[in-house]
C-alpha cells in the first residue's frame, strides 16, 4: 500500500471522529482551546491505535485469514463505507444538541473516541493481509483524524450542520473505494 493509499484510507476512516467534532462544535458553545486540543489528541491516537490493534490481532489468524484475504478486505471496507452512507442518510439534519451532556467532559470524549474507532479495528485486521507498514500507516491516520477533528470543532462552531452529512458519505465512498482497489490489486 502506498502512501495515497493510506492517506485517502485515513481519511476515510477520520469522516466519522471529523463529524463528531464538527457536532460536538455545534452543541458545545463553551469548549476551550485545551479541550479542543484534547479531544483532537483522543481522536487521533484511537484511530492510530485501533488499526494497529487490529493488524496484530490479523496476523495471530493469519492462516485462515490468508484462505479470504481479498474478499475480507472487499467485504470490510465496502461494509464500513455502505454503513456509514446509509447511517448519515437515515440522521437527521440537525444534530439533537437537547440530550446531550451540558458539559463537553473527558468521559464524552473518551466514549466518543471508542465508538468512532471500532471501524479501525476491523480495517486494521484486514491490512494485515496487505503487505503494509502498520506504523507508518497508523501515524497517517492519526496525523489526519488530529488534524480534521480540530477543523471539525472549529468549523462547527462557524458554519453549524453544513458539513457534516457531507463528510460521513465522503468518507463512506472512499472506503469503499480503497475495498475496491486493493481487491482488484490482489
Sequence with gaps: MN???????ALGLSADAFTVSVTNGICY?????GRKFFSACCFGLSQGLMPCMGYYFGNMC???ITFFDRWLILIILCFLGINMIFST????????CSISPKIFSYNLIFMQTIATSID???????LATENVNI?????IIAVVTFGLCQIGLKIGEKFGNFLKDKAEITGGIILIL????LFLEK
Excluded at 502512501?3 to 484510507?9: D, E, G, R, S, V
Excluded at 458553545?29 to 482551546?33: H, L, S, V
Aim: include cysteine.
Design 120 to 126: 479501525a479495528l476491523s480495517v486494521g485486521i484486514a
Design 62 to 64: 493469519q492462516k485462515f
Design 135 to 139: 506504523i507508518s500507516c497508523a501515524f
Design 178 to 181: 480503497i475495498g475496491i482497489k
Design 89 to 96: 442518510l437515515k440522521e437527521k439534519k440537525k444534530p439533537d
Design 29 to 33: 458553545k463553551d469548549i476551550n482551546e
Design 3 to 9: 502512501i495515497i493509499t493510506m492517506f485517502f484510507l
